[in-house]
């Protein structure tokens, strides 16, 4: 039961994070000719924030989970390699959400970076953002993914 609500729970803050994604790009976008304001610094703040609180409840899953690390200890290495639903839960999936959180907590160092033109600020985070939500797209365990089975676009609601 902990596991399921855990998972519903990570489940849900990759919609939140994904929309902070869309909003931090719009933000960017839409102010580029503007100063980088505290609101904008607020924006990133929170998804910086809500990234790490993910990423900490998915290296919980990892580790102490059904997917993940079980399956290298269940199958070893060379045969969780050999199959493409499983390298996805014991490799692709954290190896590419640990480069989004890192491109992410950049933004957070670039937007505190007192000395930059602004201008440069916010196209600096602007294509962070997009690099970010490109690679978290490619690694989230969609349901039209044919080869990890059936994965709910929602997990823990239904």
Same mark, same amino acid.
């Given at each position: 039961m902990l596991n399921s609500g855990i998972l519903g729970l990570h489940s849900l803050?990759?919609?939140?994070?994904?929309?902070f994604l869309v909003i931090n790009i719009s933000r960017s976008f839409l102010n580029k000719n503007n100063p980088y304001s505290p609101l904008d610094r607020s924006w990133n703040l929170r998804l910086v924030i809500i990234?790490?609180?993910? @990423?900490?409840?998915g290296l919980y899953q990892y580790f102490f989970g059904e997917k993940g690390f079980a399956l290298i200890k269940t199958y070893g290495m060379a045969d969780v390699m050999k199959s493409s639903n499983l390298? @996805?839960?014991?490799?692709e999936h954290i190896t590419g959400m640990?480069?989004?959180?890192?491109l992410i907590t950049i933004t957070s160092?670039?937007?505190k970076k007192?000395?930059?033109?602004?201008?440069?600020?916010?196209?600096?985070l602007m294509w962070l953002y997009i690099?970010?939500?490109i690679v978290i797209i490619a690694v989230?365990?969609?349901?039209?993914?044919?080869?990890? =089975?059936?994965?709910?676009?929602?997990? =823990?609601?239904?």
């Open positions: 803050l990759r919609w939140a994070i994904i929309i990234t790490h609180i993910n @990423f900490l409840i390298r @996805f839960w014991a490799v640990l480069l989004a959180i890192i160092v670039v937007s007192p000395s930059e033109n602004d201008v440069k600020k916010h196209s600096k690099v970010a939500l989230v365990p969609w349901p039209f993914r044919h080869n990890l =089975g059936d994965v709910p676009l929602f997990r =823990g609601l239904y």
